[in-house]
């Protein structure tokens, strides 16, 4: 079924899903990167799954739930936990129930 990717505005959806406004808004290799990124987001069912299949993510520190994936040419795609309550393991994320994100920002650092 893979993750359920959602987008905070029409403006990300449309980067993530036309790959000539990508290349205009990123350059071409982080607009590659990016299609790469969304494709393995949707081909996993849980955030767990992208560590399994390789896709390199970090956990931001300033947000629970809230991760990026690099993208090259110093861009990134933030994605935030999208369930109505984050699972926790302890005082964590647990990562291998989450089957939601929302896309919250591309571009440089936030």
């Not at 590659?32 to 955030?47: H, K």
């Not at 994936?69 to 984050?86: A, D, K, R």
Request: proline share 2%; hydrophobic share 35%; with cysteine.
């Amino acid at each position: 079924m893979g993750l359920e990717v959602a987008f905070q505005s029409k403006e990300f959806r449309s980067t993530c899903e036309s790959p000539a406004r990508a290349r205009r808004e990123l350059g071409d290799s982080a607009a590659s990167t990016l299609r790469r990124c969304i494709a393995d987001l949707e081909a996993a069912d849980t955030v767990a799954e992208l560590m399994e299949i390789g896709l390199e993510f970090e956990s931001c520190e300033s947000k629970k739930g809230l991760i990026r994936f690099g993208l090259g040419e110093g861009q990134h795609l933030y994605c935030e936990v999208n369930h109505q309550h984050t699972p926790m393991s302890g005082e964590a994320v647990d990562w291998t129930k989450v089957s939601r994100l929302k896309v919250v920002h591309i571009g440089s650092d936030l």
